[in-house]
């Protein structure tokens, strides 16, 4: 469901670094993939500060990539579920993390999926079999996304 900036009058907020555009671009990818736009937005800032040319290194030898730092260990699941070949492309890279996103929140609750989101469904796991059942950046996340909301109330 694509809607126009005039009939979604709070998707928009002034607060952070991303145009008009690439809000209302992401706005309808959280309808069609029905997953909390607030959320997505909370995962782009924990995840790159809403910098879109985001590069990290990681240890395994594998980089992030943009604005929600999708790892080369995605470039398959990109191709396969979302027909994208450049992570360094913005508005891809929004559409495989949005679409990443909602599968592991559909399939493990908010918290456990954003852990998912972030370490890897393998990851996740291992955290759990530990007792572990949040981390810090699903924490700083969920923190973040109540304070978007509050903006967006306040808009």
Same mark, same amino acid.
């Given at each position: 469901?694509?809607?126009?900036?005039?009939?979604?009058p709070?998707?928009?907020?002034?607060?952070?670094?991303l145009?008009k555009?690439?809000? #209302?671009?992401t706005?309808?990818l959280?309808?069609? @993939?029905q997953?909390?736009?607030?959320?997505? #937005?909370?995962?782009?800032?924990?995840?790159? $500060?809403? %910098?879109? %040319?985001?590069?990290?290194? %990681?240890?395994?030898?594998?980089?992030?990539?943009?604005?929600?730092?999708?790892?080369?260990?995605?470039?398959?699941?990109?191709?396969? /579920?979302? %027909?994208v070949?450049?992570?360094?492309?913005?508005?891809?890279?929004? #559409?495989?993390?949005?679409t990443?996103?909602?599968?592991?929140?559909?399939?493990?609750?908010?918290?456990?999926?954003?852990?998912?989101?972030?370490?890897?469904?393998?990851?996740?796991?291992?955290?759990? $079999?530990?007792?572990?059942?949040?981390?810090? /950046?699903?924490?700083?996340?969920?923190? @973040?996304?109540?304070?978007?909301?509050?903006?967006?109330?306040?808009?």
């Open positions: 469901i694509q809607v126009e900036q005039a009939e979604v709070n998707y928009y907020m002034a607060e952070i670094p145009d555009d690439l809000q #209302l671009y706005y309808n959280c309808q069609e @993939k997953v909390d736009y607030d959320l997505v #937005l909370a995962v782009m800032w924990n995840e790159s $500060r809403f %910098n879109a %040319n985001a590069l990290n290194y %990681n240890t395994n030898g594998t980089y992030d990539h943009g604005i929600m730092q999708i790892n080369d260990i995605m470039k398959d699941y990109a191709l396969e /579920s979302c %027909n070949k450049d992570l360094n492309n913005t508005k891809d890279n929004i #559409l495989v993390g949005t990443r996103l909602s599968e592991m929140v559909q399939k493990y609750g908010e918290s456990q999926g954003l852990i998912a989101y972030g370490l890897g469904e393998n990851g996740m796991e291992k955290l759990n $079999r530990k007792g572990k059942y949040s981390t810090q /950046s699903s924490r700083d996340v969920l923190s @973040k996304r109540d304070e978007f909301k509050l903006i967006i109330k306040t808009n």
